[in-house]
């Protein structure tokens, strides 16, 4: 089972690797009043795969709206909450090989 698993062509390890790209925008932040070292950004985020390889080519979009939730940190920040909200949530969804 696994190796069928991994041998599918949208497993993570697939070849040849999907081509993607992310747009991001309407970028907004706050900083939170409870606690002076975090900040909450939220934005829209659209991201674009192609998979080729298979002789058709497989091209998906994915669209919503993210929330990052960002720590202070003697370095600079740590993001400590990362959030998708896809606008097609309740729809059946293939693997997701890519992070969003």
């Not at 089972?1 to 599918?8: C, E, N």
Request: charged residues 30%; contains cysteine.
């Amino acid at each position: 089972m696994r190796i069928r698993r991994l041998s599918h062509p949208r497993a993570y390890g697939a070849l040849p690797m999907p081509r993607t790209a992310h747009l991001v925008g309407n970028v907004t932040a706050r900083r939170l009043a409870e606690s002076g070292l975090e900040c909450e950004c939220r934005s829209t985020v659209m991201m674009a795969e192609y998979r080729g390889g298979s002789g058709r080519g497989d091209r998906r979009l994915w669209a919503g709206r993210q929330t990052h939730r960002l720590r202070r940190a003697a370095d600079g920040f740590r993001i400590v909450l990362k959030r998708v909200d896809l606008i097609d949530c309740d729809a059946v969804h293939g693997i997701l090989s890519v992070p969003i």
